[in-house]
């Protein structure tokens, strides 16, 4: 309970990130064409307990059929399905794309405080400091993939081989592992990191 209030608080709190990591996940979904899959759920189905991917949601309610209709007293909810596209190339562009859109986003807005840092616009001041580092946390911290489109990724993945084997395997494992301890303090990790490796690049002090 504790930790779904915080990160309610957390998710409010950098809320533009939220907003933009939304818009550019379904974006990708539109852009690769990921379907909807539908649920025959009996009662209440808590969504966030439950990792969002077709076989996880199958142990917790009926995935239905393209023209399969609900029983009686079922009630239909829909879920975005990745499981079900073709080519893997769109799976992993539609997964993975915007996690490195909201890196670059994130690297960029560090890279623009930076050169506020530079050319003395940022000095000491704690607010000005806040001021600059917010966009690019708010947009580091929404920068990880989804859990279950992650591990639906990961799943096809391995059925990979040969160069193609060689190529995906490292980026998708690193994202599955990352999202395996899929917590807020990840996020808060990762975003500490790009912050970390930006001011590096520039030469400027933590």
């Known amino acids: ?64 059929g393209p023209n399969e209709e609900p029983r009686e007293g079922e009630h239909v909810k829909q879920f975005v399905d990745y499981e079900a596209l073709d080519e893997y190339q769109d799976m992993f562009a539609a997964v993975l794309g915007p996690f490195f859109a909201m890196t670059g986003i994130a690297m960029l807005l560090f890279a623009v405080f930076s050169v506020l840092r530079i050319t003395g616009v940022v000095n000491n001041s704690v607010l ?12 580091a911290v929404h920068a990880l993939p989804k859990p279950g489109a992650t591990i639906a990724l990961w799943t096809r993945t391995e059925g990979l081989t040969g160069v193609a084997s060689a190529v995906f395997v490292p980026i998708v494992g690193t994202a599955y592992v990352l999202n395996g301890a899929r917590v807020i303090w990840v996020s808060l990790f990762y975003a500490f990191f790009l912050f970390w490796l930006v001011s590096t690049l520039f030469g400027l002090p933590l």
């Open 1 to 64: 309970m504790a930790s779904s209030i915080f990160r309610i608080v957390f998710n409010a709190f950098t809320a533009p990130g939220v907003l933009v990591s939304n818009a550019i996940q379904e974006a990708a979904d539109e852009r690769y064409g990921v379907p909807y899959g539908r649920l025959a759920v009996w009662g209440k189905l808590d969504r966030d307990a439950v990792v969002e991917n077709r076989n996880s949601l199958s142990q917790v309610a009926r995935v239905l």
């Open 128 to 139: 000005l400091w806040w001021a600059g580092v917010y966009p690019g946390f708010a947009a």
